[in-house]
């Protein structure tokens, strides 16, 4: 026989009722998360720091060189501001047919076979005869064409005046030229004009590809 002490009978039951109410609530704390659980959810936020989309590649491409230029033209109608003698001031000459080439790259090439520029001074007649080739470097915008460097040069001037030969100058090879012309360029005619007194006609030739 235990020692224990023996629990009135109500207190029994007493505990009983308190055990079975414990287990309800529990019971009940059970059925309000599942029906918390049942409840939509909402989206998962988003995490700080994600990575932003790669940005896209730069398709842009540099803006070539007018069409219309590019190609091979002769001059038909020119008149050019010459320092022909010096301690005078450049004089007007007259000339025609000195060939153009202007390439896509910014290169070009300006040749002579015997051009002969007329003028005249103090009412003598004056003649400046060129032969050789040029090359250069060139830019252009839709209006001015830029000549750059001389980036060799195989060609010679000879002056003429009433007395015959006066002197032939070789144009030196590499030397900054750096002369900037308004232009206007239409399918086969260019006319090419400058502020100094410069003006010229060329026509397109056949000798290098044709655009524009």
Same mark, same amino acid.
């Given at each position: *026989?235990?020692?224990?002490? =023996?629990?009135?009978?109500?207190?029994?039951?007493?505990?009983?009722?308190?055990? +079975? +109410?414990?287990?309800?609530?529990?019971?009940?704390?059970? &059925?309000?998360?599942?029906?918390?659980?049942?409840?939509?959810?909402?989206?998962?936020?988003?995490?700080?720091?994600?990575?932003?989309?790669?940005? %896209?590649?730069?398709?842009? =491409?540099?803006?070539?060189?007018?069409?219309?230029?590019?190609?091979?033209?002769?001059?038909?109608?020119?008149?050019? *501001?010459?320092?022909?003698?010096?301690?005078?001031?450049?004089?007007? *000459?007259?000339?025609?047919?000195?060939?153009?080439?202007? =390439?896509?790259?910014?290169?070009?090439?300006?040749?002579?076979?015997?051009?002969?520029?007329?003028?005249?001074?103090?009412?003598? +007649?004056? %003649?400046?005869?060129?032969?050789?080739?040029?090359?250069?470097?060139?830019?252009?915008?839709?209006?001015?064409?830029?000549?750059?460097?001389?980036?060799?040069?195989?060609?010679?001037?000879?002056?003429?005046?009433? =007395?015959?030969?006066?002197? &032939?100058?070789?144009?030196?090879?590499?030397?900054?030229?750096?002369?900037?012309?308004?232009?206007?360029?239409?399918? &086969?005619?260019?006319?090419?004009?400058?502020?100094?007194?410069?003006?010229s006609v060329w026509a397109r030739t056949a000798g290098f590809g044709v655009y524009g």
């Amino acid at each position: *026989m235990s020692d224990s002490p =023996r629990l009135p009978a109500r207190s029994v039951v007493v505990v009983l009722f308190v055990v +079975a +109410a414990c287990a309800v609530l529990a019971a009940g704390g059970l &059925t309000a998360v599942v029906l918390a659980d049942d409840r939509p959810r909402q989206a998962a936020p988003v995490v700080a720091g994600r990575a932003s989309p790669t940005a %896209r590649a730069d398709t842009t =491409r540099p803006v070539g060189p007018p069409l219309c230029l590019i190609g091979s033209w002769r001059t038909v109608e020119e008149q050019v *501001m010459v320092k022909f003698y010096n301690g005078v001031d450049p004089l007007p *000459m007259v000339t025609s047919g000195r060939a153009y080439e202007f =390439r896509p790259d910014g290169t070009g090439t300006e040749r002579m076979d015997n051009v002969v520029f007329h003028g005249t001074y103090q009412g003598n +007649a004056l %003649r400046l005869v060129g032969n050789g080739i040029i090359e250069f470097t060139w830019t252009a915008t839709d209006k001015a064409i830029t000549y750059g460097t001389q980036t060799k040069a195989e060609f010679t001037w000879a002056y003429y005046d009433q =007395r015959g030969l006066v002197e &032939t100058q070789t144009i030196p090879s590499e030397q900054v030229r750096h002369e900037v012309d308004d232009y206007a360029c239409q399918g &086969t005619q260019l006319v090419e004009s400058n502020s100094r007194g410069y003006r010229s006609v060329w026509a397109r030739t056949a000798g290098f590809g044709v655009y524009g």
